[in-house]
């Protein structure tokens, strides 16, 4: 799958269904199935194409323990922090009520392709999130000028 790259904004509707931008479903190569889960370290959602999903929970599943509690805790805080999610054939998804609450969606929301996932945010939060212009700058020259390092 080719990486993801967008930042659109859509509309919920009162039931809580969203149509996934036209932009990022061409990028999705076909994806119908992805799961969808509250973001590790930022108040968004992240909606994982079921491949990338499934390559996740591979990744886990070989670095965690199960027969360790608190590995086997964390493994099942994941999984069970997630929700399959189908596209209707007109690009139109459901995103269970819980998570627009959790999030403090309304009804304006923004799609942003990370890579290999979706991010969704509530319009008002999003900006929040990004660095300044000059300060994204000098982060990612520092970040590179280590790497080149190594």
């Not at 805790?73 to 054939?89: H, P, S």
């Not at 969606?105 to 008002?124: A, K, M, Q």
Request: proline letters at 4%.
């Amino acid at each position: 799958m080719p990486s993801l790259i967008g930042n659109i904004d859509a509309k919920l509707d009162t039931k809580g269904r969203v149509f996934m931008p036209a932009a990022l479903r061409r990028q999705l190569d076909d994806a119908k199935v992805f799961v969808l889960r509250k973001g590790l370290f930022s108040n968004c959602l992240v909606l994982y194409p079921e491949a990338t999903w499934e390559e996740m929970i591979e990744v886990l599943r070989r670095k965690l323990n199960r027969f360790n509690r608190r590995e086997e805790q964390v493994f099942r805080q994941f999984v069970a922090e997630a929700d399959r999610i189908e596209l209707e054939d007109n690009g139109r998804m459901l995103i269970p009520r819980r998570y627009l609450t959790e999030g403090g969606f309304d009804s304006d929301v923004r799609f942003v392709g990370c890579d290999t996932t979706i991010e969704l945010w509530p319009v008002n939060q999003v900006e929040r999130q990004f660095l300044p212009t000059g300060e994204f700058a000098a982060s990612l020259e520092q970040l590179m000028a280590d790497k080149e390092k190594e």
